[in-house]
């Protein structure tokens, strides 16, 4: 963190919103006694009560999941394949091209203990069906990519707001010195659209901003000197730039921010040498590789950004983000199958499902399931009608809001089990409707965070992730 | 009297005298004050409006006195019997958070008092209460010309603003912090007035200056200098939330958002005022509908992130708009009145006063306002413009301290032998055309179209497109004179005028003309002839070989009378009545008979001096008035007769650089075309309140509005809901700037001040509401808001009597016993350090390597290059590459899904969000930023370069320049030993890297 310069000012300000206040309160209190300020200063304890959960990783996939081609079974849409919805008003969807029911393209079984539904769109991850807690009522308030993907990430349809991975930094601070407190591994075939908006800090100071690794060089910008020095000179360059500052700071009072500034170094040398550890994959066994899917063309990009989202949570990092899908536009480079589901479905999944199922089978068998988060969203789902003539049964679907399926797994989740309903064709969301402040409620919940207390002031209001809504789910919780 | 009932009377009086004693609960105010609040905030969001619960209604006495489904609700006097206190008492009510204690006792004992009405119907913005503003709110009522206190300390008794604070740290039992030394002042002035750190040169000649006025001097030097617009620019961009491409999926770049940029830049530096700063930001396009920057400003109107990712859906779309629309309506609140007006979208502010129904006449007032581009004409290059107008400066004073004495020999040799003239009259207006078009009396601005030249101490007009137009006249004319020195180009010409005065649009004029009706006449020319006929004089023989002085009078009778070199021209005539020219809108024009140019109105020649009078001069006057003109006119000729050839030649140089320079400023004062990113203005339909904010949920028709609670004259009556735009932005911007709005002041100054001293008096600078809670100093805030005001809202004079007091002067050294009483310095017992912000650290690097390329205005670098991918726009990292690269960090180009990590990492905000007041972070990753990143590198290679150029191979002398360009200041001998070390094994350059990323070069203190 932290310019304690400013931190009395905030923490003024948090005093007044939250516990988080109080606890970064008495830390610094101690530090301060200490007579040094620290840049651990931030929570790394629950703030408002015992969480299930110590860590995150998102895997958000872009473009709009077929939730009826999924986690969604519907036998109706094959009753009701070819024949027109039936509904008091014309459905309003994104490019208003209304056309006739189309049954799943893939077949549902039960799976595993639990019983669960999982079309074998996802062969691998419907092994490990007992892990996961489906969410099949979800509601959007936007059928627009770009709002829709702010507001399952922010809880907001607008640019400028943190996303839930700033908030957890924010909120719980990092595990580690070593590592940031918030990761992104974007798809290797491009960013999602909006690029780093999508991990903006918004409002939040900067440092909770998601840091994106990179897919070549040093996963960290500027993590090594741009050019290549003589031997011990970036060392002895520390030296003297510590002394400097020490220097500096002597006679200046207590200044604290000039203490943690000269710490900040000491951190960004830790840094160097914790980021080339934590993403050499190399350390790993074959048999996880293979598990991953690592040498396999398809799986590659997926299974080393699993891979390596384990490991950093492994070392400490809060929130791990991993983005299956990059911009929209065609040929299609993510989920949005408007032109043919099966084909695109297909494909997409073909590069996640393997991956995503050994890493639910790494965390379990290494005992992090306990206390680690696993979430896969996606910003709407899609229409149970295909996007096509009025009379025609076309292979596209188009983006649904109001009924789609997201699922969570580990820490503090009921396993293999499904929560609320759509309607008999998968339209709209029926039973225990869901929206994404209920979601981000429950997620924050089982972090240890009570979603109405962790705020920041911006603007004239105590900002919340979930604004002034949200209730915690806690039917799915064990 | 049973023991039962005696306890309850002896209960209810208790109560009754608790009410009574603690908050009046038995008038009306007390009604208005204590029982209105807590039934709006508690029980109104149920009980009234059109579907009340239980058909209860409690927002009027009548109302609810008659009561619900039950029955009356209340009954006077008795407060057991009510089933209002019944179902308070039991929790029933309010459903979900029952009320406190106390304020169920006193809805007990306002029913037991006989539950007394106040208001009829209940306002619950009247009274700010313990958990809501209301109208009375201070922020909100007027500003009060607070008196400085009386400071008894003699140093803080200087500046009004020193006896506040001064008083304040007094009742904490604070002392202020001495001043700061001169070295630290200088850094802390250039940063926080410029954004740069002074050059050697800068902190030498400061150092040396011992008068008392150094530091004034300093300042003022500073606010004039351009690059304070830079600085104060950005400030004003964090707010705007000025971004560069369009944010959402596409991200489109704008490729011509620029120029509003520069439109901010161009306005602070020349101090344009505040309130008409605004009101361009707001309706510019609509107030100046032919003034390209101006059209330019009100990009701020769509600064933010823009959708263009439509949805077939017409709701779909709607609902986005409207997203769009309260985005809009917040920034406006927010940036110009502190005013969260954005939190009513849905229901009334739960805080402040302001309606739903305030929000939505908001929004209304701005609905036209769309996204698009515009082309319009913008003047060139201002930076060479006014880097002309700096030399021209010099030059000409150069040129007249050459002059002067020459001038002087002459008019003492004329003067010897004759006699005294009488005095000259009067005139108004005087240009004398010596090198420049400055007008003598007023410093009435003229602008020169066309390929007009100065020659020889006169304005040479061509004949095609040469003329000079002035600024509008900032006085009436009715009865007047004009007077002109002319020499004609030739005789043979036709229609041409040396002096007009007309109408700004050119319909109607009156002007000296040359040969328009009779060939090598004179005449009084003027629209449609309504006021010419011939004078009748003989044929003009002289004018071609020497200048002539005409003059032509025009009486109040109408009466019209022609003078050449003094004497009566032909014969005076009346025909029609005198013309009047209302002040504002009329100008005089020079070489052009009137506006537009062209055709035959055009003069060729040269004219030596121009006057208006304000009167009908007499025959004598005139004469006299020419006379002293002759006796007093000294041509350049006459100069160079008298002086000595070398003078001679110096003097022919620097009019020729001067010529030289006024054709270059002529080209660039005309306007090109440009392509601008701005606000188109659309005409909307009607605005609906939208019932949970919701567009499928629309209610009752709203007019275009304010919020009501700012007193402001602008709306007092409503616009019709169907109002076009133009009438639409015309009122909000005046409802903003009205002189009675106490928020645009108070705002503005608290900005100013959190710049300078790091906190404002209050902590959040958007938000003067109920969350913002009270200001530190208040009545230091409404004396800086009062003269704020008073001086013309000009920005200028605010930063320097902010910057010249003793407060700001301070030393920031900590003190302990000060720290414990004061941790956040609110009271100012120092002056706060502070780490400069990322863009200051880039420049920094940039000017104490050398490197800095300091142009102002233009398109700006881009240190990203932009891809267009499947639909969507994509910006990476690239090098900043030459010297356009190495421009100040205001002009990056500045897309929301590109952003510079290394920037980023020094807490610069994202574009997308309005930032009144930067975070302040230290981390890891800032560090490496600045320890690794390649500008660390290539700076600290140019930074060693130039350096050993001045010290050459010296280490020690390498090492105190080093020093003293980083951090202005000598190095130690301990600093030296240091360096040395460190040199033993590493080049130059590797010092200049941890230079580069001291705590010493990044703090100010």
């Not at chain 1, 007044?16 to 304890?45: E, K, P, Y």
């Not at chain 2, 902590?763 to 008073?790: C, I, M, R, V, W």
Request: charged share 20%; net charge negative.
């Amino acid at each position: 963190m932290i310019n304690p310069l400013f931190t009395r000012r905030r923490m003024l300000d948090w005093s007044t919103a939250s516990l988080t206040g109080t606890i970064l309160t008495s830390l610094l209190m101690r530090d301060n006694a200490a007579g040094a300020a620290s840049l651990t200063a931030d929570a790394t304890g629950s703030p408002h009560f015992a969480g299930k959960a110590k860590r995150v990783i998102h895997l958000c996939l872009c473009g709009g999941v077929s939730h009826i081609d999924s986690f969604d079974y519907k036998p109706e849409l094959a009753k009701f394949h070819g024949k027109s919805l039936q509904s008091e008003e014309r459905p309003a969807t994104f490019f208003n091209q209304i056309g006739l029911i189309r049954k799943n393209d893939w077949e549902f079984k039960q799976r595993g203990q639990s019983g669960l539904w999982v079309s074998d769109l996802f062969p691998h991850l419907a092994t490990v069906a007992d892990e996961l807690t489906v969410i099949r009522s979800m509601v959007a308030e936007s059928a627009n990519h770009t709002p829709a993907t702010f507001e399952e990430n922010t809880g907001f349809r607008l640019n400028g707001f943190p996303v839930m991975g700033a908030w957890v930094s924010y909120g719980l601070g990092s595990e580690t010195d070593d590592l940031p407190s918030y990761v992104v591994l974007p798809d290797a075939r491009g960013l999602p659209a909006g690029g780093t908006i999508n991990w903006s800090n918004g409002f939040l100071p900067a440092e909770h901003q998601g840091v994106a690794f990179q897919s070549k060089g040093p996963a960290i910008h500027d993590l090594f000197p741009a050019r290549e020095l003589p031997a011990g000179q970036d060392s002895t360059s520390r030296e003297l730039l510590a002394e400097i500052n020490r220097r500096h700071a002597l006679g200046r009072g207590s200044e604290d921010a000039l203490v943690a500034r000269m710490r900040s170094y000491e951190l960004a040398a830790k840094m160097q040498l914790a980021v080339p550890l934590v993403t050499d994959l190399n350390q790993e066994s074959m048999a996880t590789r293979q598990m991953y899917g690592l040498d396999n063309e398809t799986t590659a990009d997926f299974a080393r950004r699993c891979l390596m989202a384990r490991r950093l949570l492994e070392q400490g990092v809060r929130f791990v983000q991993l983005f299956s899908g990059g911009s929209f536009g065609s040929p299609r480079i993510n989920w949005d199958g408007h032109e043919d589901v099966k084909e695109n479905h297909t494909r997409e999944a073909g590069r996640m499902d393997q991956p995503v199922a050994a890493l639910l089978k790494d965390l379990r068998q290494r005992g992090m399931l306990d206390d680690t988060l696993v979430l896969c969203t996606s910003e709407f789902g899609r229409t149970p009608f295909t996007q096509s003539g009025a009379d025609q049964v076309g292979t596209g679907r188009d983006h649904n809001m109001y009924g789609f399926s997201i699922w969570m797994a580990g820490a503090g989740l009921k396993h293999g089990v499904a929560y609320g309903s759509t309607d008999e064709l998968g339209w709209k969301a029926q039973d225990k409707p869901v929206h994404w402040y209920d979601y981000h409620a429950t997620v924050m919940h089982l972090l240890g965070i009570d979603h109405q207390r962790l705020t920041y002031y911006h603007n004239g209001i105590q900002r919340r992730l979930t604004n002034v809504h949200g209730e915690v789910l806690r039917d799915i919780l064990a | 009297m049973s023991r039962f009932r005696l306890f309850v009377l002896l209960s209810l009086t208790a109560i009754y005298f608790a009410a009574h004693t603690s908050g009046n609960v038995l008038d009306e105010l007390a009604f208005d004050r204590q029982i209105a609040p807590l039934l709006a905030q508690r029980c109104l969001n149920c009980h009234s409006g059109d579907e009340t619960k239980g058909n209860l209604d409690l927002s009027s006495r009548e109302k609810a006195m008659a009561g619900g489904e039950s029955g009356p609700v209340i009954v006077p006097g008795n407060a057991d019997e009510s089933l209002l206190w019944q179902h308070v008492e039991s929790d029933e009510m309010p459903p979900k958070k029952p009320l406190a204690a106390e304020d169920k006792l006193r809805i007990r004992a306002w029913i037991a008092g006989g539950a007394v009405w106040g208001t009829e119907t209940i306002d619950p913005f009247r009274y700010t209460t313990d958990s809501r503003a209301g109208l009375d709110w201070w922020s909100l009522k007027p500003i009060q010309n607070s008196k400085p206190p009386a400071a008894d300390d003699r140093l803080w008794n200087k500046n009004p603003i020193d006896a506040f604070v001064f008083a304040r740290l007094k009742d904490a039992g604070l002392s202020p912090s001495p001043e700061a030394d001169k070295q630290t002042l200088i850094r802390r002035l250039y940063f926080d007035l410029l954004g740069l750190p002074p050059t050697l040169e800068q902190i030498n000649a400061y150092l040396n200056d011992s008068r008392d006025s150094a530091y004034d001097d300093l300042v003022d030097e500073l606010l004039e200098s351009p690059h304070y617009g830079e600085r104060w620019a950005r400030h004003w961009l964090d707010i705007v939330r000025f971004g560069e491409s369009n944010g959402f999926e596409y991200d489109e770049p704008r490729n011509h958002f620029w120029p509003y940029r520069n439109w901010v830049i161009e306005s602070l530096n020349q101090d344009m005022a505040y309130d008409e700063f605004v009101r361009q930001q707001l309706a510019g396009d609509i107030l100046y509908p032919t003034d390209g920057l101006a059209i330019t400003a009100t990009g701020f109107l769509v600064a933010g992130p823009h959708n263009t990712t439509l949805p077939d859906n017409a709701k779909m779309k709607m609902s986005m708009a409207q997203d769009e629309l309260e985005d809009l309506v917040g920034l406006v609140g927010q940036t110009f009145l502190g005013l969260t007006v954005n939190c009513s979208r849905c229901h009334d502010h739960k805080f402040d006063p302001i309606s739903q129904k305030d929000y939505y006449q908001l929004a209304a007032a701005l609905a036209g306002v769309t996204h698009g581009e515009r082309t319009v004409l913008l003047p060139l290059n201002q930076d060479r413009t006014r880097m002309i107008d700096a030399s021209l400066k010099a030059l000409l004073q150069e040129l007249n301290a050459l002059q002067e004495p020459v001038r002087n020999k002459i008019l003492a040799a004329r003067k010897s032998g004759t006699t005294p003239l009488l005095p000259p009259p009067q005139a108004r207006v005087v240009w004398e055309f010596h090198h420049d078009l400055s007008e003598t009396l007023l410093g009435l601005t003229a602008t020169a179209k066309g390929e007009t030249r100065f020659e020889r101490g006169a304005l040479v007009v061509d004949g095609r497109s040469a003329y000079v137009e002035t600024a509008p006249l900032p006085f009436d004319i009715a009865e007047k004179t004009l007077e002109v020195l002319v020499q004609l180009d030739t005789l043979d010409q036709a229609g041409g005028a040396a002096i007009s005065i007309q109408t700004l649009n050119g319909t109607v004029f009156d002007a000296i003309v040359f040969g328009e009706q009779q060939p090598k006449q004179w005449m009084a020319g003027s629209n449609s002839f309504l006021r010419t006929t011939p004078f009748g004089a003989a044929e003009e023989t002289e004018a071609a070989n020497r200048p002539v002085r005409f003059a032509i009078v025009y009486q109040q009778d109408g009466t019209i009378s022609g003078y050449r070199e003094g004497k009566p021209y032909g014969t005076p005539y009346r025909q029609g009545d005198l013309q009047l020219y209302p002040a504002g809108q009329s100008q005089l024009v020079f070489g052009l008979r009137h506006t537009p140019a062209g055709g035959n109105r055009m003069l060729s020649g040269r004219i030596h001096q121009a006057l208006l009078y304000d009167r009908a001069l007499t025959p004598q006057e005139v004469a006299t008035a020419a006379g002293v003109a002759a006796l007093n006119h000294i041509t350049q000729d006459d100069l160079f007769d008298a002086m000595p050839a070398l003078q001679r030649d110096n003097h022919r140089q620097m009019t020729a650089h001067i010529n030289r320079l006024n054709q270059e400023r002529q080209v660039l004062a005309n306007q090109q075309p440009q392509v601008v990113y701005t606000c188109v203005s659309t005409n909307q339909g009607v605005t609906h309140i939208l019932r949970r904010g919701d567009v499928g949920n629309p209610a009752e028709v709203v007019s275009p509005g304010g919020v009501s609670a700012v007193a402001s004259d602008a709306f007092p009556e409503a616009l019709a809901p169907n109002a076009p735009d133009a009438q639409r932005r015309t009122k909000l911007a005046a409802w903003v700037t009205d002189p009675h709005n106490p928020l645009l002041s108070r705002v503005m100054v608290n900005r100013l001040w959190l710049y300078h001293f790091g906190q404002g008096f209050v902590a959040t600078p958007s938000d003067f509401g109920f969350n913002g809670g009270k200001p530190s100093h208040p009545e230091l805030l409404d004396y800086l808001a009062h003269a704020f005001q008073s001086l013309g809202y000009r920005l200028k004079p605010m930063h320097r009597m902010m910057v010249t007091t003793a407060a700001y002067r301070q030393a920031s050294t900590v003190r302990e016993e000060a720290l414990a009483l004061d941790a956040e310095n609110r009271l100012l017992w120092r002056k706060s350090p502070s780490r400069i912000e990322a863009e200051a650290i880039r420049d920094a690097v940039l000017v104490v390597t050398g490197q800095l390329n300091p142009t102002i205005g233009g398109q700006g670098y881009r240190d990203v290059e932009h891809f267009p991918f499947k639909g969507s726009n994509f910006y990476t990292s690239i090098a900043e590459r030459g010297t356009e690269g190495h421009r100040r960090t205001i002009y990056r180009f500045t897309p929301r899904g590109g952003r510079n990590p290394f920037l980023d990492t020094f807490d610069c905000p994202d574009p997308s969000a309005t930032t009144p007041k930067r975070a302040t972070t230290i981390t890891p990753l800032q560090s490496l930023a600045l320890f690794n990143n390649d500008i660390v590198f290539t700076m600290a290679d140019h930074f060693a370069t130039s350096v050993k150029q001045t010290a050459g191979e010296s280490i020690d002398k390498q090492i105190k320049q080093v020093y003293l360009r980083a951090f202005g200041r000598e190095a130690s001998l301990d600093d030296v030993q240091l360096g040395q070390t460190f040199l033993l094994t590493n080049d130059l350059a590797a010092f200049c890297r941890v230079i580069l990323n001291s705590s010493e070069f990044i703090y100010v203190h």
